[in-house]
């Protein structure tokens, strides 16, 4: 009886059934750094912002906020 759960369990790895391991994730492991608190994060995650040409990514929009500076609406604060 044991010998034959046992039978059934060993699948051969080596048979094609689309067991491919693909790293299609590989776009939001991307760490990036938060240029305020220093975190970093994955780039997926962040809150991104446009200066000049380059973009910066902040970890929260608290983190950008300050970054840009003083917060020019207090609207999200009600
Ligand atoms: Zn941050």
Do not use: W, Y
């Not at 689309?18 to 997926?44: F, N, Q, W, Y």
């Not at 910066?56 to 970054?67: G, V």
Request: net charge positive; aromatic share 4%.
């Amino acid at each position: 009886m044991l010998r034959k759960l046992v039978r059934s369990m060993a699948v051969p790895t080596g048979k094609s059934g689309g067991t491919v391991d693909v790293p299609s994730d590989a776009i939001t492991r991307k760490l990036v750094r938060d240029p305020v608190c220093g975190m970093h994060l994955a780039e997926g995650l962040a809150v991104t912002e446009r200066q000049g040409g380059e973009v910066l990514h902040f970890c929260s929009e608290e983190c950008r906020e300050k970054f840009m500076g003083t917060p020019k609406k207090f609207a999200a604060n009600a």
